[in-house]
């Protein structure tokens, strides 16, 4: 299994991005999918995911602003970013918890840079 991310780049606070994660593979289920990032200087932490019941969770951080949202049939997940703030600048990665011929395992993303400029 492979979760290839794209999106990211430059943008001005205030500004809007997108980032989009597609999974592939052997996949038997999706438990979990979505984004986690790490600041500079900070560690990883979780942005914003799905669960394959359909719920949404977001860090407080990002909650208004950004929205996470999972294509079940094509096994992608897109992060919607708006109203971008400095602090929102970090490698953002792509996770997902999926099941397949090994069992359930956790998986990440290269990571896609997200700059917001001030």
């Known amino acids: 299994v492979q979760l290839q991310a794209s999106g990211g780049g430059l943008v001005q606070a205030g500004g809007s991005l997108t980032l989009s994660c597609a999974a592939s593979?052997?996949?038997?289920?999706?438990?979990?999918m979505g984004w986690y990032r790490q600041g500079p200087g900070k560690q990883r932490e979780l942005a914003a995911t799905?669960?394959?019941?359909?719920?949404?969770v977001y860090a407080d951080s990002v909650k208004g602003r950004f929205t996470v949202s999972r294509d079940s049939a094509k096994n992608t997940v897109t992060l919607q970013m708006k109203s971008l703030k400095p602090e929102d600048t970090a490698v953002y990665y792509c996770?997902?918890?999926?099941?397949?011929?090994?069992?359930?395992?956790?998986?990440w993303g290269q990571g896609t840079l997200v700059t917001v400029s001030s």
């Open positions: 996770h997902a918890i999926i099941t397949g011929p090994t069992g359930v395992r956790n998986y």
């Open positions: 799905t669960t394959d019941g359909g719920s949404t």
């Open positions: 593979g052997t996949i038997f289920n999706i438990n979990r």
